[in-house]
């Protein structure tokens, strides 16, 4: 059964990911699909990370959804499906990066990363966003929601999601003043208080406000 969001955008959106967008590619003649997405645009300190996924429509995890609306145990039994049953790349963009350029171009450029990091070469691409990342190596649809609407983006959002939590657990160890295993880096109470006492390690994204001097 389908349902329609509060803004109405997608009139078909489905209740849950489905493969209808995969579907439609390989009729048009492409036979590698890859889903993209990216986990860690918000952060004020952290990478961003990206993942490329790959499907076997023979072998899809069940339960596939927006890593956002999955629990963390969840989200990490699938994260070990995904590697298990299909072709995943992943990549990232740093902190210094992000304040190089922007999050927006940062995270365009860890997607274009990840594509490239797949063990086949995917002929199309379904990008989560309203972007297709410039320089990919084969054509791209970008899909607004994609995360809730393909399952291959679905796929590769939870792998992003699960890798960078991951990330951040390790930098818990080596920052330890900074909470980040609590809040992954996003802007919690805890989290500011501990930049006002300690100041910003060099994970942090010195271009985010509040970091930012200006």
Do not use: W
Not at 139 to 147: C, T
Not at 177 to 203: N, S, V
């Amino acid at each position: 059964m389908a349902r329609t969001p509060s803004d109405s955008l997608f009139p078909d959106f489905p209740a849950t990911p489905d493969d209808r967008h995969e579907r439609e590619a390989l009729r048009r003649g492409f036979r590698v699909v890859a889903g993209l997405d990216e986990a860690g645009r918000g952060p004020l300190a952290g990478p961003v990370v990206a993942a490329a996924v790959v499907l076997d429509p023979d072998a899809i995890p069940q339960g596939l959804n927006d890593s956002k609306a999955l629990k963390p145990a969840r989200r990490e039994q699938l994260f070990e499906a995904i590697l298990a049953a299909a072709q995943v790349g992943i990549a990232s963009a740093s902190a210094r990066e992000i304040e190089r350029t922007d999050i927006r171009a940062a995270s365009l450029a860890a997607m274009r990363r990840a594509l490239s990091a797949l063990p086949v070469a995917a002929d199309f691409a379904l990008i989560d966003g309203r972007d297709v990342p410039p320089g990919l190596t084969c054509p791209g649809q970008a899909l607004v929601k994609g995360d809730a609407r393909s399952l291959s983006i679905a796929a590769a959002s939870i792998v992003a999601k699960v890798t960078r939590d991951r990330m951040m657990l390790r930098a818990a160890r080596t920052y330890p003043a900074y909470g980040f295993e609590t809040h992954m880096g996003y802007g919690a109470k805890r989290h500011l208080q501990a930049i006002a006492t300690h100041g910003p390690c060099p994970l942090h994204r010195m271009s985010f406000r509040p970091l930012r001097s200006d």
